[in-house]
């Protein structure tokens, strides 16, 4: 099981962004899977973004990201998208992509396979 994250860049504040995460060694269209988008600031720690389930399309969001961003998942590419917009300058964090067990309102929980992160920087 592998999880790549891609996407990242550096945005304008306001901008957008869309994040990828390709899956692989799985497929995400023939199970029952719960894929995580995460994010870490220089000096902070890890925080949960969003979460999707690809059965039913179950769907988390933190508070910081809702109405902003967007998670999806495209079954032909086995890839999990996070739709970032309206972006300010606290988004910029590493983001990283990960199989979850589940999640509550306070957040998923049981994360299991990592991807390398992607940077997302928001600057003028």
């Known amino acids: 099981v592998q999880l790549q994250a891609s996407g990242g860049g550096l945005v304008q504040p306001g901008g957008s962004l869309r994040l990828s995460c390709a899956a692989s060694?799985?497929?995400?269209?023939?199970?029952?899977?719960?894929i995580g988008w995460f994010r870490q600031a220089p000096g902070k720690e890890r925080e949960a973004v969003s979460c999707?389930?690809?059965?039913?399309?179950?769907?988390y969001y933190a508070d910081s990201a809702k109405g902003r961003f967007a998670i999806s998942i495209d079954n032909t590419k086995n890839t999990v998208y996070l739709q970032m917009n309206s972006l300010k300058a606290e988004d910029t964090a590493v983001y990283y992509c990960?199989?979850?067990?589940?999640?509550?309102?306070?957040?998923?929980?049981?994360?299991?396979?990592w991807g390398k992160g992607t940077q997302v920087t928001v600057s003028s």
């Open positions: 990960a199989t979850v067990n589940g999640w509550s309102d306070t957040g998923p929980y049981g994360m299991n396979y």
């Open positions: 060694g799985f497929t995400l269209s023939l199970g029952y899977y719960r």
């Open positions: 999707i389930s690809t059965q039913g399309r179950m769907t």
